[in-house]
């Protein structure tokens, strides 16, 4: 997604992950420790509403650590590790605008944002990420939104953008919207921020998959679950569960297993005859959710790589929680209710949103 920080504002590509909190982009100076990024870095200095974040603000990473009297100037060193790399910097406040033209442009003062000096380079093109998790940080939080609510394009598909909505605008109505409910998170951090579902069994076509009716469930030690993560692409899996969805693509499709680990790091491929060949048809797949199915299609679970096609899944180590990642949500409407404690969702054309 686009943000713009900063007076006057500065737009830059970042990703956004209900699979986190904080907010942040590289900021200028910044060392050999930072990555290679397309545009401009934000700078500080040249905004004039540029704040450092005090570090017993309530939105603070520290404000645990300082107590409610802390010294003058006090302010917050975050250093933030993700699935795939980490950020290192400084807790500020910042200006944001939001809208894609001044005409229905809204600047929102007072956003607490990470300026980060340090990083790992896992960050694909982007210049840095958006935290749309439960806790007080997120975007989502700090807005006061109430609801969001995005529909992805195909993941193939370079020349369409997705939509993100913020507030009453993200509401979902029709006919075809299934809704269930989210289950509570722990309350240990990071575990806190992530949005569980509960997701009672899978489905290939007609056939119901033999999984154990518990290897969803989020244990009392905060192990286990599923979350829904925008910021995770490719879906992974409890052992119990994956290894039953792969018995039965293995079984529907008929060309032979071909290793396609090191292309697409996904352990379940077929190979094809050619760069244009057309994978047979396949049924769709179902994740039974508490009270709402998902129907996704074949192109939602099946990837095309280099003369391979290969289920877009993965193993989940044991005791880890598995993902319900974006690559799954093509083309699907999600609606996250903060209030109503909600996700919903529907099949739509996200191009045309």
């Given at each position: 997604m686009t943000l713009s920080i900063g007076t006057p504002p500065l737009s830059y590509p970042a990703i956004a992950d209900t699979g986190s909190d904080l907010i942040w982009t590289q900021c200028a100076p910044c060392g050999s420790q930072c990555f290679k990024q397309a545009g401009q870095l934000y700078n500080p200095s040249s905004s004039t509403t540029f704040g450092v974040l005090p570090c017993n603000s309530s939105v603070s990473m520290c404000a645990a650590l300082a107590g409610p009297s802390p010294p003058p100037g006090c302010s917050c060193m975050y250093n933030q590790t993700y699935g795939t790399g980490w950020t290192a910097g400084i807790q500020s406040v910042e200006t944001f605008t939001f809208g894609s033209t001044p005409a229905d442009q809204t600047r929102v003062p007072g956003i607490a944002f990470g300026c980060s000096n340090a990083s790992s380079d896992d960050w694909n093109g982007s210049a840095g990420l958006v935290g749309l998790g439960r806790g007080s940080m997120s975007l989502v939080s700090q807005l006061g939104a109430g609801m969001f609510s995005y529909c992805l394009t195909r993941f193939q598909d370079s020349n369409s953008t997705s939509t993100l909505l913020l507030g009453p605008s993200a509401a979902l109505n029709g006919t075809g919207v299934r809704t269930t409910p989210f289950v509570a998170s722990p309350s240990k951090a990071p575990m806190s921020t992530y949005y569980y579902l509960n997701l009672t069994g899978i489905s290939v076509g007609t056939t119901a998959l033999s999984?154990?009716?518990?290897?969803?469930?989020?244990?009392?030690?905060?192990?286990?679950?599923?979350?829904?993560?925008?910021?995770?692409?490719?879906?992974?899996?409890?052992?119990?569960?994956?290894?039953?969805?792969r018995a039965a693509i293995e079984s529907l499709v008929t060309l032979p297993v071909a290793d396609g680990s090191d292309s697409t790091g996904l352990d379940l491929c077929f190979a094809l005859t050619s760069e244009t060949s057309t994978p047979p048809t396949m049924p769709s797949m179902t994740l039974h959710f508490d009270g709402a199915d998902m129907v996704l299609p074949v192109e939602n679970y099946m990837i095309l790589g280099s003369r391979v096609w290969c289920l877009a899944m993965r193993n989940q180590t044991v005791g880890a929680m598995s993902t319900l990642g974006n690559y799954q949500q093509q083309n699907v409407h999600l609606l996250y209710d903060i209030h109503k404690e909600t996700l919903s969702f529907a099949p739509a054309k996200c191009s045309t949103l």
């Amino acid at each position: 997604m686009t943000l713009s920080i900063g007076t006057p504002p500065l737009s830059y590509p970042a990703i956004a992950d209900t699979g986190s909190d904080l907010i942040w982009t590289q900021c200028a100076p910044c060392g050999s420790q930072c990555f290679k990024q397309a545009g401009q870095l934000y700078n500080p200095s040249s905004s004039t509403t540029f704040g450092v974040l005090p570090c017993n603000s309530s939105v603070s990473m520290c404000a645990a650590l300082a107590g409610p009297s802390p010294p003058p100037g006090c302010s917050c060193m975050y250093n933030q590790t993700y699935g795939t790399g980490w950020t290192a910097g400084i807790q500020s406040v910042e200006t944001f605008t939001f809208g894609s033209t001044p005409a229905d442009q809204t600047r929102v003062p007072g956003i607490a944002f990470g300026c980060s000096n340090a990083s790992s380079d896992d960050w694909n093109g982007s210049a840095g990420l958006v935290g749309l998790g439960r806790g007080s940080m997120s975007l989502v939080s700090q807005l006061g939104a109430g609801m969001f609510s995005y529909c992805l394009t195909r993941f193939q598909d370079s020349n369409s953008t997705s939509t993100l909505l913020l507030g009453p605008s993200a509401a979902l109505n029709g006919t075809g919207v299934r809704t269930t409910p989210f289950v509570a998170s722990p309350s240990k951090a990071p575990m806190s921020t992530y949005y569980y579902l509960n997701l009672t069994g899978i489905s290939v076509g007609t056939t119901a998959l033999s999984i154990p009716p518990n290897a969803f469930a989020l244990r009392t030690d905060g192990t286990g679950g599923l979350i829904v993560d925008s910021g995770t692409t490719i879906t992974s899996l409890i052992d119990a569960a994956y290894q039953q969805v792969r018995a039965a693509i293995e079984s529907l499709v008929t060309l032979p297993v071909a290793d396609g680990s090191d292309s697409t790091g996904l352990d379940l491929c077929f190979a094809l005859t050619s760069e244009t060949s057309t994978p047979p048809t396949m049924p769709s797949m179902t994740l039974h959710f508490d009270g709402a199915d998902m129907v996704l299609p074949v192109e939602n679970y099946m990837i095309l790589g280099s003369r391979v096609w290969c289920l877009a899944m993965r193993n989940q180590t044991v005791g880890a929680m598995s993902t319900l990642g974006n690559y799954q949500q093509q083309n699907v409407h999600l609606l996250y209710d903060i209030h109503k404690e909600t996700l919903s969702f529907a099949p739509a054309k996200c191009s045309t949103l």
